[in-house]
């Protein structure tokens, strides 16, 4: 069963805008661990933010922004003012307390950021 | 920052040969991991390594694949007889174990199996 869903496969916005992108998970576990990673053209998974199960504090930090629901099992980012080098694909990991450190991923959402 | 080291960053390999893939994890971690991402799809995990043993794998992880820690140093990957639908990237990850402090990722290694 899929534990991550992420709905979105791509989002083409214009340079400025804002984009957000949608989580939803689901787990049986009280404690879990979510995660947003993101993978550029050159491949690589570039670690973003991690939020525990017990923090629906959302956040904001430069440009990007969490809004964490438990209420709807879900977990967005936001990318305020995109820019051009934020085109990547963006994935949705989810951590559960019954097997730390296994990250199970989304389908990831493809941004796409032009001039 | 320490970071996670992958060897090699491309390899091509005929059909039926054994692979190896390297990465040095992060020197205080204890917790070593591989994931497999087949091109344009989700990243997968594969197996969880903890203190010279496997501690989780996937359903993908059958009897071709093992997993080692041969020096203390070095985490390795084999894949005893490739096939094509083994084209991917690999990542190796590594951990402290502390659900509070995420993995870290190396670049991944690309297998291209012809």
């Known amino acids: 069963a899929q534990k991550v869903t992420q709905a979105q496969t791509e989002i083409s916005v214009v340079e400025k805008e804002d984009v957000t992108l949608d989580c939803v998970y689901e787990t049986r576990d009280t404690t879990y661990y979510l995660f947003w990673y993101k993978q550029p053209p050159s491949g690589e998974l570039v670690f973003l933010i991690r939020r525990n199960s017990f923090d629906e504090q959302n956040e904001i930090s430069g440009r990007y922004s969490w809004n964490f629901q438990k209420s709807t099992s879900s977990f967005n980012f936001t990318i305020t003012a995109s820019q051009v080098v934020d085109s990547a694909v963006y994935f949705c990991?989810?951590?559960?307390?019954?097997?730390?450190?296994?990250?199970?991923f989304g389908a990831g959402t493809q941004v796409v950021v032009t001039p | 920052e320490p970071e996670v080291t992958q060897t090699p960053s491309h390899q091509v390999t005929q059909m039926g040969q054994e692979v190896i893939l390297r990465c040095v994890p992060i020197?205080?971690?204890?917790?070593f991991y591989w994931y497999r991402q087949i091109l344009g799809q989700k990243v997968e995990f594969l197996v969880s390594?903890?203190?010279?043993?496997?501690?989780?794998k996937s359903e993908i992880f059958d009897d071709q694949f093992s997993v080692e820690r041969p020096d203390g140093s070095n985490f390795t990957l084999k894949i005893r007889s490739t096939k094509l639908e083994d084209s991917a990237m690999y990542f190796c990850?590594?951990?402290?174990?502390?659900?509070?402090?995420?993995?870290?990722f190396g670049d991944g290694t690309r297998l291209s199996i012809l």
């Open positions: 990991a989810l951590s559960e307390r019954v097997s730390w450190g296994k990250l199970q």
């Open positions: 990850a590594s951990g402290s174990g502390t659900p509070n402090q995420p993995q870290h």
């Open positions: 020197s205080n971690h204890l917790y």
């Open positions: 390594f903890y203190n010279n043993e496997i501690s989780e």
